[in-house]
């Protein structure tokens, strides 16, 4: 882990020298994902990175542990309540389309996909202002699966975990002291009450973990996955654009 930790940190600092910013926002949600990579961006640049803390629908121990991982590592933070934005546009947006006869089909996707795209609206506002580069979390799991919103959690500039394991991450966080709770606690967007993801996904990260790593898992856990991924591709990829030869 120490290894690790230390060529992440090299690569973070590269980046700045390569888009010549001057630091690192980060949006804190109390998860292991946001806290080790605050852990490694205060090892990269701690004097000019920030930690931003957004509850949109959250329950207040996801708070509280944003608060616990940024005061572990030292992060300056800052805290951006987004629920009643969230809330009113996703009211507005349904009261708009009952107007004209239709209804959003699942209203926790619709509103949780608001939630953190409003997130990511707010750390480029901050990344703009500040000219520091906005850093991602999703980890290999997340997004070999998809398990990212589109333009939300997945709009970022750079994701340094992208290349860790589920597991490593846990593993890194324990190396650079991530609180106690947060490895514990089961991995959540924080949306609504009760919500997982490994619930939402409907498989596990150790089992996740062991199919990237080419092990032999259950029949019907592959299928999961490798449904998880194909429904997802767009999401990896750059808007499609016609050319002249597609007239």
């Not at 930790?5 to 888009?19: D, F, K, M, N, S």
């Not at 490694?40 to 949109?56: K, T």
């Amino acid at each position: 882990m120490k290894e690790i930790a230390e060529r992440i940190v090299l690569w973070l600092r590269a980046q700045l020298e390569t888009t010549g910013m001057k630091g690192f926002v980060l949006g804190l949600s109390g998860g292991v994902d946001s806290s080790v990579a605050a852990g490694l961006l205060c090892r990269a640049c701690p004097e000019n990175c920030l930690g931003v803390i957004m509850p949109a629908g959250n329950v207040e121990e996801d708070r509280l542990d944003a608060i616990a991982a940024a005061e572990a590592f030292h992060m300056p933070y800052l805290e951006i309540p987004l629920e009643k934005y969230r809330q009113g546009l996703f009211d507005d947006v349904k009261k708009a389309l009952a107007a004209g006869n239709r209804e959003i089909a699942d209203e926790r996707i619709g509103k949780g996909n608001i939630g953190a795209r409003l997130r990511m609206t707010t750390l480029y506002a901050i990344g703009n202002g500040l000219s520091y580069l906005v850093v991602g979390t999703d980890n290999a799991d997340e997004l070999y699966t998809g398990y990212f919103t589109k333009y939300g959690d997945g709009g970022v500039d750079i994701l340094p975990l992208a290349h860790l394991s589920k597991g490593d991450v846990f593993r890194l966080g324990a190396y650079l002291g991530v609180p106690g709770r947060i490895l514990t606690k089961p991995p959540s967007a924080g949306f609504f009450a009760g919500q997982t993801d490994e619930k939402e996904m409907g498989v596990g990260y150790d089992v996740i973990d062991a199919f990237l790593r080419g092990e032999d898992i259950s029949e019907s856990d592959r299928e999961v996955i490798e449904r998880l991924h194909r429904i997802s591709e767009h999401k990896r990829h750059l808007p499609v654009s016609m050319k002249e030869t597609d007239l």
